[in-house]
Structure formats: C-alpha cells, structure tokens
T-cell receptor
Framework: SAVISQKPSRDICQRGTSLTIQCQVDSQVTMMFWYRQQPGQSLTLIATANQGSEATYESGFVIDKFPISRPNLTFSTLTVSNMSPEDSSIYLC???????????FGPGTRLTVT | EDQVTQSPEALRLQEGESSSLNCSYTVSGLRGLFWYRQDPGKGPEFLFTLYSAGEEKEKERLKATLTKKESFLHITAPKPEDSATYLCAVQNAGNNRKLIWGLGTSLAVNP
C-alpha cells in the first residue's frame, strides 16, 4: 500500500488566478495520476505523470491549463491555471504501487473558484 | 470502447438487510477489476482487486465476485458505517495502468 498526502486540502480562489496542488507519496512510484471529480460525479483522469518525462494528458485536458511537474519518484504537482468557476472541483492524485496495480489515492483538494 | 456501468445508482438499506451492488464492464482484455469505497469529502479507499472470472475476495461484511462480464459487491448485514459511495473500475491489458471508472453506487444504511 501507499500513503499519499495532498496540499492544500481546500482553497477558494478568484477567477483568473492559478493554484498549484502538491502530492507526496511515502514510497517511490513510477507513475502518478491526477484526477478531477466534480460534485456527485465519478473520477475523470486528467493526466499521467511519469518521472523524467512529459505528462500524458487525456482528451479534453491540455498542458497550458493543467501543467504538471514530476521532479522525483515521490512527488508531483498539478497547477490549475487561469481558473474559472467551471474548474471548481475536487482534485485527486493517485499512484499504483507494487505488482497488484491497485491505485492509492490522496485525500483530495477541494477547489472553489469565485 | 472500454466501459463500466454500475447499478443501482443509489441504494438505501436497513441495518442488517443484505444486498448486492453490480458492476458491468466491457474491456479489451481485463487486467484487473477494482472496488473502492469513497466517503464524502475524501479520496477513494481501495477495497479489492479481482483478476479472473470465478475469483472472490472478502473483507469484513463485503464480498466481491467476478464473472467475464460483471462483478458484484455483496454486503452482508450492513451497518450504518458502511454508508458510502462504492466505485468500480477496470484496467485493460495495456501497459498504461489507467483505470476506467463507473459512476458509483451511493449506499445509505439506516439504523
């Protein structure tokens, strides 16, 4: 298993600003995933972050809007840029550990854009 | 296209009233099927991984089973603390470890 922490846990931001979310894993992992979960909805994958390479973005998500860093095997950041109220959501990071492929999740960052 | 459908969307049970949640899937080669529990305002909590048809796994009052087309999460004699949203996800045989998620079943257990 893995213990994953995220900072901040919540934030209220103004339209047009940017927020960087941090994700820390207690062990080294090759892949990290960033998700968005809108109220009452399931999880939508934003991108996959591999250490030492560019993040791979899913359809509908672009690097200019959601730049990701992955400086080492235990840490990643997701920035939500030029925010609008439509970006209000919970942002989750996860990492698969071991050979069993299960992903462990952080507690999430609740973002509200006004 | 890989797809996961969960039913029912919502389920309300009385304490002690056993039931099952369904997860139907289509995937181009199943690597694994995953069940998660999510409490409001928290990240999903891993419950089970199932790899092949016929496999079963248990944890306390929960038992997950898998066929070639669907999985069931059986909840035996549920308690109010079992109230949560239960999410199902599948991973295909590709090497990217991405999960395809269902929309979840919201379970409420009344005392």
């Amino acid at each position: 298993s893995a213990v994953i922490s995220q900072k901040p846990s919540r934030d209220i931001c103004q339209r047009g600003t940017s927020l960087t979310i941090q994700c820390q894993v207690d062990s080294q992992v090759t892949m990290m995933f960033w998700y968005r979960q809108q109220p009452g909805q399931s999880l939508t994958l934003i991108a996959t972050a591999n250490q030492g390479s560019e993040a791979t973005y899913e359809s509908g998500f672009v690097i200019d809007k959601f730049p990701i860093s992955r400086p080492n095997l235990t840490f990643s950041t997701l920035t939500v840029s030029n925010m609008s109220p439509e970006d209000s959501s919970i942002y989750l990071c996860s990492a698969p550990t071991g050979d069993d492929y299960e992903q462990y999740f952080g507690p999430g960052t609740r973002l509200t854009v006004t | 296209e890989d797809q996961v459908t969960q039913s029912p969307e919502a389920l309300r049970l009385q304490e002690g009233e056993s039931s099952s949640l369904n997860c139907s899937y289509t995937v181009s080669g199943l690597r694994g099927l995953f069940w998660y529990r999510q409490d409001p305002g928290k990240g999903p909590e891993f419950l089970f991984t199932l790899y092949s048809a016929g496999e079963e796994k248990e944890k306390e009052r929960l038992k997950a089973t898998l066929t070639k087309k669907e999985s069931f999460l059986h909840i035996t004699a549920p308690k109010p603390e079992d109230s949560a949203t239960y999410l199902c996800a599948v991973q295909n045989a590709g090497n990217n470890r991405k999960l395809i998620w269902g929309l979840g079943t919201s379970l409420a257990v009344n005392p």
